[in-house]
């Protein structure tokens, strides 16, 4: 199935059968209660829902593993079995193949060597920019994303401030915004890249002018608990956010708007991922009880609800760039492709750590004989950033860029046509990578400094949603193969 071409035009039926209330599949639980004072951003509290179904069917042996013998060895089990089987039953003299005595002498076997395992002929590789480590945060770096115009790169933080940078090397510091009251979860940008959404634990959503670095008078009000998620959709005039309070809220955000058009009471746990499809006529949503719901915009009804059964908390989830798929990060360490359609899971992606903290990532496009390939890139709880190939699942390749968990990651192709990949995290610092041919292995990235005055203080206390915004390029001529996964 082509991941590139866009999915054909959806109609609006009502589908009660795939429908299904949260309070249907998990049991009822209190909301969380909102602390009045400053709590540190910790690691994502979602509860694993108690009515996980264990895998069935025993596991299938590895046919990978297998042990080779040499010509002596298979040569006397060979003569063995035929002296057996030769064997007269009077005597016991073993009967001969040829009664001729000038009988040749039997040719020797040929040694058994392993074949060597194939060799990709993916390439994609990144190292560090020179110069390209930030450290312009007091506290951990939550959320980082490119602007759509690719002029700027804005990054929150558990000090409850935005910082806007220019994507031009030295990548200097343009704007800081503040005016919220508590640490900022989430960042979502304007199709235009005039505005920048952000979401706190002081319950608001905020909406800033670039231009000016003025938030707008009123602030968005209504959730119960931290916002946590935030996406807007591709003709800007509508914003989706998702809370601890377990609810996601479309707002309308015209000139003349800043109202709820619609509450949807999504799931039991807190929610911790939302995003718009690319035509905005969906919206997808995932939260601590392990499902992943599809809802109409405009109805507010649930489409779909997917769900794996070991029911592990969804950590984030983002529509591919043709809306065919939902790519979906758990705390098992596994980033899930899902055909929303068929309510099943097509690829899975792993190779990071993710087992505290809600991890996000990116998709974009390289090269390969000619053709445009596309890949997943996340970053990991061990301070490692990966990136795997979509169709294959293959890790393309992965580097330690951070001494500390890796929470923000985004990708962006300029101008040039080189790719630009840029990674944040607890170690409070910003780090850009270059697309390239080759990589000098030897190279350390820079930065990585124990004794740097940014990394003294521990603040593992942190909780982390990524922005969930669609990715802009529609990748084209890659076929994408859904077949069911191999145990």
Not at 10 to 30: G, K, M, Q, V, W
Not at 70 to 82: F, I, K, N
């Amino acid at each position: 199935m082509d991941i590139d071409s866009p999915a054909p035009k959806r109609r609006r039926t009502s589908s009660h059968s795939s429908t299904a209330s949260s309070r249907d599949l998990s049991p009822n639980r209190p909301r969380s209660s909102h602390n009045s004072s400053f709590e540190p951003r910790r690691a994502y509290q979602g509860r694993e829902s108690s009515r996980s179904t264990s895998r069935s069917g025993s596991e299938e042996p590895d046919r990978g593993r297998r042990s080779w013998q040499t010509h002596d060895a298979l040569r006397g089990r060979r003569e063995s079995r035929e002296n057996r089987e030769n064997t007269s039953s009077d005597g016991g003299t073993p009967r001969s193949r040829s009664s001729s005595p000038d009988s040749l002498p039997r040719r020797p076997l040929p040694l058994l060597t392993p074949t060597p395992p194939p060799t990709s002929s993916k390439h994609l590789k990144f190292k560090p920019i020179p110069d390209g480590t930030l450290r312009s945060h007091a506290r951990g770096i939550t959320c980082i994303r490119f602007s759509p115009s690719g002029e700027y790169l804005a990054s929150s933080s558990a000090d409850a401030t935005i910082n806007i940078h220019s994507t031009t090397h030295p990548f200097p510091l343009l704007k800081t915004l503040t005016g919220h009251l508590a640490g900022i979860n989430v960042l979502a940008w304007s199709p235009d890249s005039r505005t920048i959404a952000s979401g706190s634990d002081d319950k608001s959503i905020r909406l800033w002018d670039v231009a000016s670095g003025k938030a707008h008078r009123v602030p968005l009000l209504g959730h119960h608990n931290y916002v946590y998620s935030l996406a807007f959709s591709p003709k800007g005039n509508m914003l989706v956010s998702g809370s601890y309070d377990e609810a996601v809220f479309l707002w309308d955000i015209r000139p003349t708007g800043g109202n709820i058009m619609r509450s949807l009471p999504a799931h039991s746990d807190p929610v911790s991922g939302v995003d718009f499809i690319r035509d905005g006529t969906m919206v997808c949503s995932c939260a601590g009880d392990g499902l992943i719901r599809i809802w109409d915009t405009m109805t507010g009804q649930c489409l779909k609800t997917l769900v794996d059964e070991d029911r592990k908390p969804v950590a984030s989830v983002r529509w591919t760039a043709n809306g065919k798929f939902v790519l979906a990060w758990t705390l098992d360490g596994c980033v899930r492709l899902w055909d929303y359609r068929e309510g099943r899971c097509v690829k899975t992606y792993q190779g990071h750590v993710n087992t505290q903290y809600s991890l996000s990532g990116t998709m974009g496009q390289y090269a390969l004989a000619g053709r445009r390939e596309a890949f997943v890139a996340s970053g990991s709880e061990d301070g490692e950033v990966l990136a795997w190939d979509v169709s294959t699942k293959e890790v393309l390749w992965r580097a330690k860029g951070h001494s500390k968990v890796v929470l923000g990651l985004d990708f962006q192709r300029g101008k040039d046509g080189k790719g630009m990949l840029v990674s944040a995290g607890l170690d409070r610092t910003i780090r850009f990578w270059e697309e390239c041919d080759e990589v000098d292995d030897t190279d350390e990235p820079p930065g990585l400094v124990n004794g740097d005055s940014y990394v003294d203080a521990p603040d593992e206390n942190i909780k982390r949603l990524r922005l969930n915004e669609r990715e802009d390029e529609v990748m084209e001529e890659l076929e994408l193969k859904t077949e069911p996964e191999e145990t």
